[in-house]
Each structure stands twice: as structure tokens, then as C-alpha cells.
T-cell receptor, first 112, second 114 residues
């Protein structure tokens, strides 16, 4: 089982719709969870972080975490063409060998 | 404030040559990470520095790869005797501490080995 798994995509939604991006992880000791956005040819940009179960909202973005199900998701409301990018889920485990593990990412395309 | 900077932005080298890639982290960030991203692929962890502790080299793909971090700030990733499969974008990230994991990435160095 991959440590951090995302649906391969791509995901296409019409402008104004809700885009739902999902991620599962295998390490139950994981403590912190992140979503990065990566435009083509650019480096990843941190857009959301979540540390406890439940929802965290920031503008049009909502991150959801369910540690029991080892599941983290990102909802993008009122999707815009400028949201078209690859979204990377990342899971952090602290301790002596702290490590941030990335999923392979899912490409989102928002159709005007 | 200034973000993570990397140089050069692009590097083309001949197979067998050595290359050095530089990363300047965000001021005050104690943790520094190197990743590699091949075309269309995910991020591959290479090495991690935390303060003055011994680095975590568990991700380095071969002994041709090495990295150092001087004075707890600037880091250099060195690839010796480059091979074509080393062609990728090399990304550096820094975080305030190793706890929590919020990492901020530099623009990357695109390495092409011909």
C-alpha cells in the first residue's frame, strides 16, 4: 500500500462547481496534513494545513480530516479556471525521523 | 519577506560531469529539505537537515549524491558523475522547525543531463 494515495485523475469540473479532492494515508502515527497546489512548471505552494479531525475553512478552500478513516480531503468551492493545477496531498510524521510524504497529486481542470 | 531561493534556475550538463545546486532557505527556518521531481512524477524526498543535527540521508538514490548545509543556512546538493536519469527538477524547501511540517518551496533547479 502506498503511504499517501490520491486518485489518479484528472478531475474536470465546470466553473462555479465544487471540486472534491481526496487522499488516504497508511501511517496512523501521522500528525499533520497539508495540501499543496502546483501550477505547471512551478514549484508546490502550500494552500492548506490541518492538524485535528474535522473541517478547516480558508476562503473557498475547506480541508477535512478523519484520522480514524485515515482520510483527508480538500474541497474547492466556486471553482475558477485559475484553480486548474495539480494538487498534492502531504502527510507529516514527526519524531526522530520526521518526514513529509507526498502523494503523486491529482490534476484539476476547471472548464470555463 | 524573502522566500526560499535556489540557483541556478536551469542547468544543462554533460553526462559524467559534477554539478552543484544551491538553496538559500527562508531566514530563521531551521529545517531544510531537498526533493526531486521528474517529469510528470511526484516529489521524491532526498535529504533533510534540522539545525546542527546529522542529516537524514535516507532518500539519496546513490552515493553520487551528497549535500551539506553550512552554518545552519545555505545548502548545496552535489551530484557527481551525472547520469541522464538524474535529469529532473530539484526542489528545496524549508520550514520553521521540523515539528508540524509546514514546508515552503523554492522555485527549483531544472537539471538536464545530455
Amino acid at each position: 500500500q502506498k503511504e499517501v494515495e490520491q486518485n489518479s485523475g484528472p478531475l474536470s469540473v465546470p466553473e462555479g462547481a465544487i471540486a472534491s479532492l481526496n487522499c488516504t494515508y497508511s501511517d496512523r502515527g501521522s500528525q499533520s496534513f497539508f495540501w499543496y497546489r502546483q501550477y505547471s512548471g512551478k514549484s508546490p505552494e502550500l494552500i492548506m494545513s490541518i492538524y485535528s479531525n474535522g473541517d478547516k475553512e480558508d476562503g473557498r478552500f475547506t480541508a477535512q480530516l478523519n484520522k480514524a478513516s485515515q482520510y483527508v480531503s480538500l474541497l474547492i468551492r466556486d471553482s475558477q479556471p485559475s484553480d486548474s493545477a495539480t494538487y498534492l496531498c502531504a502527510v507529516f510524521r514527526g519524531g526522530a525521523n520526521s518526514k513529509l510524504t507526498f502523494g503523486k497529486g491529482i490534476t484539476l481542470s476547471v472548464r470555463p | 519577506g524573502a522566500g526560499v531561493s535556489q540557483s541556478p534556475s536551469n542547468k544543462v550538463t554533460e553526462k559524467g560531469k559534477d554539478v552543484e545546486l544551491r538553496c538559500d532557505p527562508i531566514s530563521g527556518h531551521t529545517a531544510l529539505y531537498w526533493y526531486r521531481q521528474s517529469l510528470g512524477q511526484g516529489l521524491e524526498f532526498l535529504i533533510y537537515f534540522q539545525g546542527n543535527s546529522a542529516p537524514d540521508k535516507s532518500g539519496l538514490p546513490s552515493d553520487r549524491f551528497s549535500a551539506e548545509r553550512t552554518g545552519g543556512s545555505v545548502s548545496t546538493l552535489t551530484i557527481q558523475r551525472t547520469q541522464q536519469e538524474d535529469s529532473a527538477v530539484y526542489l528545496c524547501a524549508s520550514s520553521l522547525t521540523s515539528v508540524g511540517g509546514e514546508q515552503y518551496f523554492g522555485p527549483g533547479t531544472r537539471l538536464t543531463v545530455t
